[in-house]
Structures are given as C-alpha cells and as structure tokens.
C-alpha cells in the first residue's frame, strides 16, 4: 500500500497570505489529523477528521482550518498567515477511530516571510 | 503545560550496546502509549505500542516498558545500530476514547557511534 502522501512539500508564502496544504491519507484509511511541528513546541494537535467530520481540535486560532473529502482526501487552511506559522505540518491518518496506531506522511514545510 | 515529557534532549550510545529512552507523562487519563522514529525530511514512522493494561511490549530490538504508577516509560534498543540515529518521540492518548488524539514529548535525539 501507498503511505501517506502530502503535496506540496515544501511552500513559502509571506506574511497575511494563506494556504492550502493537502493530504492523501493510506487507502482504506477513513480517519486524517493534523499536526504542527515547531523547534519550540515540538508535535502539537490541530484537528482530526472522520467521515468528513471534525472529530476533534487543539488549541489553534481559527484561522486554521481543514475539511475532509468523500474520499477521505483532507485539505488543511491556514488564513492571514503569521511569521509564527513557519513550521512542518504532518498529517497522519489511521483506519477508523478505534485505532490508535496513527501513521504519518512526509510533512509539508512552510515557511513564512 | 506540558503533559508528556521527554527530559533528554539528546543520547549518545555505542554501536551494539543498549539505548534507553525515558519518557514521563502527566495526564492520569492516558492509558496507551507510542513511540516514534523521526530522520531529517521525513514523518515521524511508528515504532512500537503499549497499552496500560501491560508492563512490556517487545519487538525485535524494541522493548517498552511501563510503569503505570510512576507515570513513567522508557523505550530500550538492543542491540543499537547506527541506522537507529535518529530522533525518538514518545506519544501517549486515552486509549479509543473521543480525545483519542496523541500528546506528544519534544523528543529525543538518538546518536548511535559506529
């Protein structure tokens, strides 16, 4: 099976702009999340989506956001962007919610100016 | 605050001999752990699980032990090989519930010398 594939891989963008970040998770896998790495504060939660639904969220502003296709395919927003918002953002994806076993993609890196 | 804790930021081990990778968690509510490998321009690759109701997991060169009432876990690489440098994230969540979201520590760097 493919694993968890991530377009684009790497993205600069300056600050006020935003961006699209998205997300195949492995076949048959209907559960994607988002995730932040930063130096600082290493790994940290964004959202979850199951079904096209947001199961879960993290303590981000909302200016990130994401969505989840029929196909399980999830795009992840972030708005008005801030020099902050430099970082790697993984998606990981998992069969369904009774897993706890998450699986990771390579990770988008962007950088703000 | 940080609920999962990884105090080391980094290990240097020799080729062959054990590393241990500690990790303590704060979170009573936890009760199903994971450890990560992660190389530079890569995802984070799942190593190796363990669930509250066990003391140890073991595969192949990986063993996790837990110890439930310390809140405390640890990671052991025997033998360690020099592929195995990279770094290490220890990830906790309440087992299936509806915050079944990982928590993760800040990592560990893992430096195996031939």
């Known amino acids: 099976k493919a694993g968890v594939t991530q377009t684009p891989r790497y993205l600069i963008k300056t600050r006020g702009q935003q961006v699209t970040l998205s997300c195949s998770p492995i076949?048959?896998?209907?559960?994607v999340s988002w995730y932040q790495q930063t130096p600082g504060q290493g790994l940290q939660f964004l959202f979850e989506?199951?079904?096209?639904?947001?199961?879960n969220k993290g303590n981000f502003p909302g200016r990130f956001s994401g969505r989840q296709f029929s196909n399980s395919r999830s795009e992840m927003n972030v708005s008005t962007l801030e020099l902050g918002d430099s970082a790697l953002y993984l998606c990981?994806?998992?069969?369904?919610?009774?897993?706890?076993?998450?699986?990771f993609g390579p990770g988008t890196r962007l950088t703000v100016l | 605050d940080q609920q999962v804790k990884q105090n080391s930021p980094s290990l240097s081990v020799q080729e062959g001999r054990i590393s241990i990778l500690n990790c303590d968690y704060t979170n009573s509510m936890f009760d199903y752990f994971l450890w990560y490998k992660k190389y530079p321009a890569e995802g984070p690759t799942f190593l190796i699980s363990i669930s509250s109701i066990k003391d140890k997991n073991e595969d192949g060169r990986f063993t996790v032990f837990l110890n439930k009432s310390a809140k405390h876990l640890s990671l052991h690489i025997v033998p360690s090989q020099p592929g195995d440098s990279a770094v290490y994230f220890c990830?906790?969540?309440?087992?299936?519930?509806?915050?079944?979201?990982?928590?993760f520590g800040k990592g560990i760097t893992l430096s195996v010398r031939p």
């Open positions: 990830a906790a969540t309440q087992d299936t519930g509806a915050n079944s979201k990982l928590t």
């Open positions: 989506y199951f079904s096209e639904t947001q199961r």
């Open positions: 990981a994806s998992r069969p369904g919610t009774l897993y706890n076993e998450q699986f």
């Open positions: 076949s048959g896998h209907r559960s």
